[in-house]
């Protein structure tokens, strides 16, 4: 709104002050109505901010457009995946279709589940259907034809908006020219106050800026007061109304979507139960009873029997052969070296099935881990490997029954002819397993209680008798399976190399991230599991002792093994044992003498201490060597434990020999270690550990896997799963997650305390010996 104030700045012309005072109140009236529409577009009048709303309604538009488009596209790819489920669905029943026709009769619940899973899938396809043309008309199409006329309506009012503020900026020029005009006219009237023509000028001036001045102000209250609103609760309406549609559009797919979303999930959830219901027993069962089974075996399924030709003509002529080998002058058989070749030959069968059931069992150890690790790839490669390897066992296996067969048949005719009997009883018995051989040893000196004494005493030396016999005539047959090739076999077992090895056979790299090959325990010699049967013989390591700088020094500090040692020292001990029963027997003496490689022999050492009273069958030392072993083997013996476990106790304590039986490993004193992580046992001679159990370890000689005794249970357990636990030392676990030093210490986290509280904060190290302060508050005893 304008004012006349030219006239102000010459003469005490001025309006009334009701007039000041009625302006005044007429602007507070026009601008305080801003306080009660600035929550709508009716308080976005003022130019500073049009910008704002015109950006917002721009928006809106694009938003409504890009919302069509994208629907647009949704639907046609909802309607694409909806033909190629079709095609698919189609295609596979097609394919189960023929598995029908060529299948069996009997019902298969694995066929009928995967036609349920076709059955959802084609559901799912009419479902994705429906949704695309959903999101195709009536959110798409429908969004952008209601919106289309509020987009063009949006536009008149922004170009409207633009125009009615040209029309008030010229109203508003017209207003400033004749004010100059009006300044101009009064400045020549002062000059020349006595002219009638300045003073007309003046005089017109005045009239034309009055009249402009009203006009102005009256179409800037209009516009102000009434078309400026009226334009904007229009584009507000626009607003609303675009907002409306966008979100009904939304919900409409939305609300399609989901109740698709539903129906799929309780589908879905009723063909999980089926797939959990399917039981693979009720379809053997069924195939069993839907196929007529002929009740007389095939030709190749059934026994032969024995039918010699037969002549009708000549029936008297040729005596009949029983089913039995003929021995006679005119048969060129010869029963003693065929059964000896047909003994050897099923020795080699044993051997050759030992060797594959051995073989066998790594390949599914190491395909079970591999599963288990998601290394499926490993455990496909190996699978052909353990179908040949199965397939040689059974041939073997098959192969070996009818030499048995063959062998049993000249073993009846050798104790026919009592030639031979005695001899083809060993063979028998030496085909037996070793532990079964043992166990009857065992077993027969078990002697049920009698009520006469004598009777007992008689019953007992006769089974004593028999023992000793017994195992007298094991020892002198040597064509044991186990016992054969024991000094130069190898001892091979999984290991991980941390570093890339070649086999020692074919030299190819050792591949894979964990049981890559096997390693000798003796001459640690590496291969590949497939080249384990190319191997030589084993060439033994001698290991050097603590402090020893040179094989050399074995023959000065330890005494030389036994050319002839059993395979395992259990057996050993248990020869041993048995023979102390017989007096006759000169090696139960020989044991006192000797000791094997690498291990201690504490009886040796108090036996030549004691030689005084055992002169006639111990030497004293009389050589610098000689007393250099001695204090060799007690400087050994003091600073070792030895841990034997329950078995070996019991034997020890039953031998009658002086010197105890050498134990097959020794450890420091301190051998209490903490389990740092769960570990669940695969195979029965593994331990199942918890994070915090604590457990004595007794064995180490494998870096992988050591063998120790937890919870009265022993065991073997992983290497990298426990940490030693030192004198004064204790084992806590995290009860928060926390950053202490340059390490991260996780919740239920096992760690070691080294040191004493100090201010409520301890020392403190982890698995990997990192060590840093921590406090005790976030850390509790296991």
Not at 201 to 219: G, I, P
Not at 262 to 268: E, L, P
Not at 408 to 415: G, I, N, R, T, W
Not at 432 to 442: G, P, R
Request: glycine share 4%.
């Amino acid at each position: 709104m304008y004012i006349i104030y030219p006239a102000q700045e010459v003469i005490q012309y001025t309006l009334p002050s009701s007039s000041t005072h009625n302006l005044t109140s007429y602007y507070a009236g026009r601008y305080g109505g801003y306080t009660r529409t600035m929550e709508s577009l009716k308080g976005m009048a003022h130019p500073a901010v049009w910008s704002n709303v015109k950006n917002h309604i721009t928006t809106s538009l694009a938003v409504v457009k890009n919302l069509s488009d994208f629907a647009q596209e949704l639907s046609q790819m909802y309607e694409h995946h909806a033909e190629e489920l079709q095609l698919l669905v189609g295609n596979y029943r097609k394919k189960n279709a023929e598995l029908r026709k060529d299948g069996s009769r009997g019902s298969n619940s694995m066929i009928q589940l995967w036609e349920g899973l076709l059955q959802e899938v084609e559901a799912d396809s009419q479902a994705h259907g429906e949704i695309a043309s959903v999101l195709g008309h009536q959110v798409s199409r429908h969004t952008l034809e209601r919106t289309f006329y509020r987009k063009v309506q949006a536009r008149k009012i922004l170009a409207h908006r633009e125009s009615l503020d040209s029309v008030i900026a010229k109203s508003e020029e017209t207003l400033s020219k004749c004010r100059q005009e009006y300044k101009a006219a009064y400045l020549s009237h002062i000059q020349a106050p006595m002219s009638n023509t300045s003073l007309s000028e003046y005089l017109d001036a005045h009239n034309t800026y009055v009249t402009q001045l009203h006009a102005t102000n009256a179409m800037v209250d209009t516009y102000c007061r009434e078309t400026l609103p009226e334009l904007l609760t229009e584009l507000e309406e626009v607003y609303n109304d675009l907002c409306t549609t966008l979100s009904e559009a939304i919900a409409q797919g939305a609300e399609i979507i989901s109740n698709r979303a539903g129906a799929q999930s309780r589908r879905y959830c009723t063909i999980w139960g089926d797939s959990k219901a399917v039981d693979p027993t009720s379809d053997t069962a069924a195939l069993v009873r839907n196929s007529a089974v002929p009740s007389q075996p095939h030709p190749t399924h059934r026994l032969r029997l024995f039918t010699p030709p037969h002549s009708e003509d000549q029936e008297g002529a040729v005596a009949q052969l029983k089913n039995t080998l003929v021995v006679d002058r005119p048969a060129s058989i010869q029963v003693q070296s065929t059964f000896e070749s047909l003994n050897s030959e099923a020795d080699g069968l044993q051997a050759q099935i030992q060797h594959l059931q051995d073989s066998l069992s790594t390949m599914l150890r190491i395909q079970q881990r591999s599963i288990e690790s998601s290394l499926f790839n490993k455990a496909n490669e190996i699978q052909e490997d353990i179908s040949m390897k199965r397939y040689e066992l059974k041939t073997a296996q098959i192969n070996l029954a009818g030499v048995k067969a063959k062998k049993e048949l000249f073993a009846l005719k050798m104790e026919g002819d009592g030639g031979g009997g005695s001899d083809r009883k060993m063979s028998t018995a030496s085909t037996a397993s070793m532990k079964s051989k043992w166990l009857k040893a065992f077993k027969s000196l078990k002697t049920p209680p009698l009520s006469n004494g004598k009777e007992a005493e008689k019953e007992k030396k006769h089974q004593m008798y028999h023992a000793v016999s017994t195992i007298i005539a094991m020892r002198r047959n040597g064509k044991d399976v186990q016992l054969a090739g024991g000094e130069n076999a190898h001892q091979f077992q999984e290991y991980t190399y941390k570093k890339i090895t070649p086999c020692d056979v074919c030299s190819q790299v050792l591949r894979g991230h964990t049981k890559q090959g096997l390693k000798c325990r003796l001459c640690k010699m590496n291969v590949h599991l497939d080249c384990q049967e190319r191997v030589g013989k084993c060439q033994t390591k001698s290991r050097l002792l603590r402090r020893q700088k040179s094989s050399s020094d074995i023959e000065t500090r330890a005494t030389p093994p036994d050319e002839e040692a059993p395979h395992s020292p259990r057996r050993q001990k248990l020869n041993l044992r048995m023979k102390s029963l017989s007096l006759d027997s000169p090696e139960s003496t020989e044991h006192n003498q000797r000791r094997r490689p690498g291990t201690n022999c504490s009886a040796q050492t108090s036996a030549h201490g004691s030689s005084h009273s055992s002169s006639s069958r111990l030497q004293s030392p009389s050589s610098p060597v000689h007393s250099r072993r001695l204090l060799s083997a007690r400087n050994m013996r003091m600073s070792s434990v030895e841990l034997p476990d329950d078995n070996e106790k019991s034997i020890s304590s039953a031998s009658t020999s002086p010197c105890p039986s050498p134990k097959p490993y020794r450890l420091l004193p301190n051998n209490l270690y903490v389990v740092l992580y769960n570990f669940k046992s695969r195979h029965s001679d593994e331990l199942d550990l918890k994070a915090g159990y604590k457990l004595t370890v007794i064995d180490t000689s494998d870096p992988d896997w050591w063998r120790g005794k937890c919870l009265g249970r022993v065991g073997y357990f992983p290497s990298k799963y426990v940490a030693k636990v030192q004198p004064g030392e204790r084992a806590l676990q995290v009860t928060h997650n926390l950053q202490v030093a340059d390490s991260t210490l996780l919740r239920d986290q096992i760690v070691i305390q080294i040191g004493e509280e100090v201010d409520g904060m301890v020392m403190i190290r982890s698995g990997d010996n990192r060590q840093g302060i921590c406090p005790i508050k976030y850390l509790t005893e296991v």
